[in-house]
């Protein structure tokens, strides 16, 4: 069973589909693309994706509907799964008068669309696009969020000027023909953006619908400490049952790995509220708001840190991994981003993390060893994790007990190799701030 993610994040349609052997050869199980719905073509700019102007469409600056189309048969063929990015809390924020600002997709876009009528049809996705969409009754009062911390403003005003959409009869009945038509084009999931921006019955709407049922869908409940998660994430578990981003386990990492920090505290971080239960959890250690967003790029780990925190999440026992590979869109404000995370899914320690995620999955998660700066655990009787975070070397006697013996065992990363014969314990040594991924 392969279920990381590969987050191709701003890629081009037709540039996925040329690299998917690639993406296979990996052992990544699902892509996550940009947002389809329509935005500007011409606008290369990547926040131009989740502004979208019209559900009826599908066609931006990533490609049209036939790229799409192209995409979900080519990745089907090697059993690789193809996830959405829905914009559903907003329409986009354009400069018009105010009295023409609520109207989607606006009377120069219908102007554009009749003048150009078969173009438009070809991406169309459903509907008449004659007649608009979205009228002022569809939205919320234009008033910004002031308190970010208010449930209530959070879900009933603007996201920095976006056109809130109301949870009335007919927005209602557009969202959830748009996921009815998505999902019959071949979608296997959807994530959906800002997610913590939208009420329940908004949610629901989609998440409970039954041509839904056999889709993995995934929700972007954005938290950067404990009080944002009672506020946001723990509502959202308890009222809903789809997956999410792991954002406080993001968080325990972040804690565990800064200076004075413990390993210790990513023994079992479930059990104390830190992490979201295996079943729902989307476990990653950079997501796109982390780099893109300068209220979030707090949030980043230290690259070092980055890796030996990977190696944790694809070698523990809980959730689907998420790997975020983007294309240098950060490096215009920050060029010590460059090609950080350019070609990620095809990086030697990314492939050997999967590989060994995808071979130990269903396999229990025992600790060997625990202390402040390093973490050793097994999965099941044919895989070893050792995490060293200090800058020292660490020498560590570990129970052969519950594993594969005698056998020969690989390190994936480094590619050393050792052979376990029928002794009680040996002496594992890590060296510093690296991370081992053994394998029978």
Same mark, same amino acid.
Request: proline fraction near 4%; charge should be neutral; glycine fraction near 4%.
């Given at each position: 069973?392969?279920?990381?993610?590969?987050?191709?994040?701003?890629?081009?349609?037709?540039?996925?589909?040329?690299?998917?052997?690639?993406?296979?050869?990996?052992?990544?199980?699902?892509?996550?693309?940009?947002?389809?719905?329509?935005?500007?073509?011409?606008?290369?700019?990547?926040?131009?994706?989740?502004?979208?102007?019209?559900? +009826? !469409?599908?066609?931006?600056?990533?490609? %049209? =509907?036939?790229? $799409?189309?192209?995409?979900?048969?080519?990745?089907?063929? @090697? *059993?690789?799964?193809?996830?959405?990015?829905?914009?559903?809390?907003?329409?986009?924020?354009?400069?018009?008068?105010?009295?023409?600002?609520?109207?989607?997709?606006?009377?120069?876009?219908?102007?554009?669309?009749?003048?150009?009528?078969?173009?438009?049809?070809?991406?169309?996705?459903?509907?008449?696009?004659?007649?608009?969409?979205?009228?002022?009754?569809?939205?919320?009062?234009?008033?910004?969020?002031?308190?970010?911390?208010?449930?209530?403003?959070?879900?009933?005003?603007?996201?920095?000027?976006?056109?809130?959409?109301?949870?009335?009869?007919?927005?209602?009945?557009?969202?959830?023909?748009?996921?009815?038509?998505?999902?019959?084009?071949?979608?296997?999931?959807? +994530? !959906?953006?800002?997610?913590?921006?939208? %009420? =329940?019955?908004? $949610?629901?709407?989609?998440?409970?619908?039954?041509?839904? @049922? *056999?889709?993995?869908?995934?929700?972007?409940?954005?938290?950067?400490?404990?009080?944002?998660?009672?506020?946001?994430?723990?509502?959202?578990?308890?009222?809903?049952?789809?997956?999410?981003?792991?954002?406080?386990?993001?968080?325990?990492?972040?804690?565990?790995?800064?200076?004075?920090?413990?390993?210790?505290?990513?023994?079992?971080?479930?059990?104390?509220?830190?992490?979201?239960?295996?079943?729902?959890?989307?476990?990653?250690?950079?997501?796109?708001?982390?780099?893109?967003?300068?209220?979030?790029?707090?949030?980043?780990?230290?690259?070092?840190?980055?890796?030996?925190?990977?190696?944790?999440?694809?070698?523990?026992?809980?959730?689907?991994?998420?790997?975020?590979?983007?294309?240098?869109?950060?490096?215009?404000?920050?060029?010590?981003?460059?090609?950080?995370?350019?070609?990620?899914?095809?990086? @030697? *320690?990314?492939?050997?993390?999967?590989?060994?995620?995808?071979?130990?999955?269903?396999?229990?998660?025992?600790?060997?060893?625990?202390?402040?700066?390093?973490?050793?655990?097994?999965?099941?009787?044919?895989?070893?994790?050792?995490?060293?975070?200090?800058?020292?070397?660490?020498?560590?006697?570990?129970?052969?007990?519950?594993?594969?013996?005698?056998?020969?065992?690989?390190?994936?990363?480094?590619?050393?190799?050792?052979?376990?014969?029928?002794?009680?314990?040996?002496?594992?040594?890590?060296?510093?701030?690296?991370?081992?991924?053994?394998?029978?």
């Amino acid at each position: 069973m392969k279920d990381v993610i590969l987050h191709a994040f701003n890629w081009k349609y037709k540039d996925i589909i040329d690299k998917l052997q690639d993406i296979s050869d990996s052992g990544f199980g699902a892509i996550l693309i940009g947002p389809p719905l329509y935005s500007d073509p011409s606008k290369e700019i990547w926040w131009q994706r989740y502004q979208p102007k019209d559900y +009826r !469409i599908l066609l931006s600056f990533l490609g %049209n =509907k036939k790229d $799409i189309e192209d995409l979900l048969r080519e990745a089907h063929k @090697k *059993d690789i799964k193809i996830y959405a990015d829905m914009v559903l809390n907003h329409m986009a924020n354009e400069n018009r008068k105010p009295s023409k600002k609520l109207n989607f997709p606006g009377k120069n876009e219908l102007k554009k669309y009749s003048s150009n009528i078969r173009y438009y049809e070809k991406n169309k996705l459903y509907g008449n696009l004659r007649k608009g969409l979205f009228s002022p009754s569809d939205f919320n009062d234009q008033i910004n969020i002031q308190d970010w911390k208010n449930p209530l403003d959070v879900k009933y005003q603007q996201l920095q000027d976006l056109p809130d959409l109301k949870d009335n009869y007919w927005v209602l009945k557009q969202q959830r023909r748009l996921f009815y038509e998505m999902q019959k084009m071949g979608f296997d999931g959807f +994530r !959906i953006d800002a997610i913590k921006h939208l %009420n =329940k019955r908004q $949610i629901d709407n989609i998440i409970n619908q039954l041509f839904l @049922k *056999d889709c993995f869908l995934f929700g972007e409940v954005l938290t950067t400490n404990e009080g944002e998660v009672d506020i946001f994430m723990k509502p959202f578990l308890s009222e809903t049952h789809i997956s999410a981003y792991d954002f406080p386990l993001q968080e325990q990492l972040r804690n565990s790995f800064k200076y004075n920090g413990s390993l210790k505290n990513l023994v079992d971080p479930f059990y104390y509220g830190k992490a979201l239960h295996w079943s729902r959890a989307v476990t990653f250690t950079v997501n796109h708001d982390l780099p893109l967003n300068e209220d979030f790029r707090s949030l980043l780990l230290d690259p070092q840190d980055e890796f030996l925190a990977n190696v944790y999440i694809f070698g523990r026992d809980s959730g689907i991994p998420l790997v975020y590979s983007d294309n240098n869109e950060s490096t215009l404000t920050h060029p010590e981003d460059h090609n950080r995370w350019v070609d990620a899914y095809k990086r @030697k *320690d990314i492939r050997a993390m999967i590989y060994f995620h995808n071979n130990v999955i269903g396999k229990p998660m025992v600790i060997l060893y625990e202390y402040d700066n390093f973490l050793i655990f097994r999965r099941g009787d044919k895989g070893i994790v050792a995490i060293n975070k200090s800058n020292e070397w660490v020498h560590a006697d570990i129970s052969l007990d519950g594993l594969k013996t005698p056998a020969n065992f690989k390190e994936l990363i480094q590619g050393y190799e050792m052979k376990l014969d029928k002794e009680e314990s040996i002496n594992l040594a890590i060296g510093p701030r690296s991370a081992q991924m053994w394998l029978v």
